[in-house]
């Protein structure tokens, strides 16, 4: 059997690390964007930088939610050395069981991350040529 994901939500932000670079030198907002869970990227390039910036903002965004709506803070967003996601809080309520697929790329000097949350919905058995839903509608 197969199966197939039910699309929850699509984020996406875009992050330019130049920008974010000034923004920085000016005071560092990265100390209130990441929790103490993230030392792990100290001491911070410019690039890695926008990749929390903008992979939090993704991640809210397919949630349909912003930052401070629900209660939720950018700390419940916390990127793993691997840069896989653990949530907290709001994001954990919001989020349920669901999955997440994070890419992230340049384009110039932009950088570009997609959040794709899903959950699973269908098992297709190919070999009968039927579809049994799990659950939802569709």
């Given amino acids: 059997m197969a199966s197939t ?23 560092d907002v990265m100390r209130q964007v990441m929790g103490p869970n993230e030392a792990h990227f100290w001491p911070l390039s410019d690039a890695d930088a926008a990749r929390i910036w903008a992979t939090k903002e993704a991640i809210a965004k397919s949630l349909g939610t912003g930052f401070w709506q629900h209660g939720m803070a950018w700390t419940d967003i916390c990127l793993n050395p691997d840069w896989t996601v653990d949530l907290f809080g709001a994001a954990a309520e919001l989020a349920e069981s669901s999955d997440f697929r994070i890419e992230a790329r340049y ?6 991350v997609t959040c794709l ?5 269908l098992d297709l058995d190919l070999s009968r040529g039927r579809i049994e839903s799990l659950g939802g509608h569709g």
Avoid: F, M, W
């Fill in 5 to 27: 994901h039910q699309v929850l939500g699509i984020g996406v932000d875009i992050a330019d690390p130049e920008r974010l670079s000034r923004v920085r030198k000016k005071g």
């Fill in 107 to 112: 384009e110039g000097r932009y950088l570009i």
């Fill in 117 to 121: 949350r899903t959950k699973p919905n």
